[in-house]
């Protein structure tokens, strides 16, 4: 059989030309038959998200995520993904000891992992980093607001930028990491209208979760859009089915054929 040659696949131009004209769509997988479904239907980009720690590993919080975690989940994904662009996150503490060390690991996530960019929280701290990586080859992808990996620092999951105050410094940041190179930007939990002038102002894409409608693409945990998970699940997530229902219905008909003997039939 030949090789498909034929599949278009989305670039950091891509993305970056679709800012207001058309909004992008992104999602996270974590595992090979997951990115398929969602590669298969035209979703613009797949975020292998450390969010695999809480929703695939059963983790509390993102920070227990390593490299090689998120290596073997990135492999899965880009082997799934044909068309969307994969993404890869930074896990906690891989771009924070040095220069040498940020590039080392983003590159790893693309030589090994098959991603084609990586993602990294943080603003003006990071943004040495995020230059070195972009130099580098690797697009950057940023994320502000609400960033995970700073849950014990952030006292919890909840709204950030809500005053005048953060809410000039989460712009002072966003444009940081604008300059720095980024090629888009993850805004999370903020104030919609902050989220609004934030897009406005900067000319690369933001892809909001929890950022309200004004961004130029949105980005949701597939595990919580589709009902697979409920150990926490946030407010602004919308269901857009209950697969976890359909998972659950079909092992319990499975169990009562077992028992019952209705499964398997006998073939002569
Ligand atoms: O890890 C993740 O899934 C993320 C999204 C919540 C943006 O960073």
């Given at each position: ?92 503490l891989s771009c924070h000891l040095g220069v040498y ?168």
């Open positions: 059989m030949s090789k498909q040659t034929n599949i278009k696949k989305v670039t950091t131009s891509i993305i970056r030309k679709m800012k207001g004209f058309e909004k992008i769509s992104m999602l996270t997988a974590y595992d090979y038959s997951m990115a398929k479904l969602v590669d298969s239907v035209g979703c613009n980009m797949i975020l292998v998200g450390d969010s695999l720690g809480n929703v695939m590993l059963g983790y509390d919080d993102t920070t227990h995520v390593t490299m090689a975690d998120m290596i073997h989940h990135t492999k899965a994904v880009a082997r799934g993904a044909k068309h969307s662009m994969v993404v890869a996150d930074m896990p906690f060390e940020a590039v080392k690991n983003a590159g790893a996530l693309i030589a090994e992992g098959g991603a084609a960019a990586v993602k990294l929280e943080g603003g003006e701290e990071v943004a040495e980093i995020i230059t070195a990586i972009t130099n580098a080859g690797i697009p950057v992808c940023g994320h502000l607001g609400l960033t995970p990996q700073s849950v014990n620092q952030l006292g919890g999951y909840r709204v950030q930028a809500k005053t005048e105050e953060s809410a000039e410094k989460l712009i002072r940041n966003a444009k940081a990491v604008e300059e720095a190179g980024a090629f888009c930007i993850v805004l999370e939990c903020i104030p919609h209208e902050l989220a609004k002038k934030v897009s406005e102002e900067l000319n690369i894409p933001t892809i909001g979760i929890g950022a309200g409608p004004y961004c130029d693409g949105q980005v949701l945990v597939l595990h919580d859009m589709l009902g697979m998970f409920d150990d926490y699940v946030p407010s602004f997530v919308k269901s857009f089915a209950n697969v976890g229902e359909v998972i659950t219905d079909g092992v319990a008909k499975y169990i009562e054929e077992v028992k019952s003997g209705t499964f398997p039939v006998s073939k002569k």
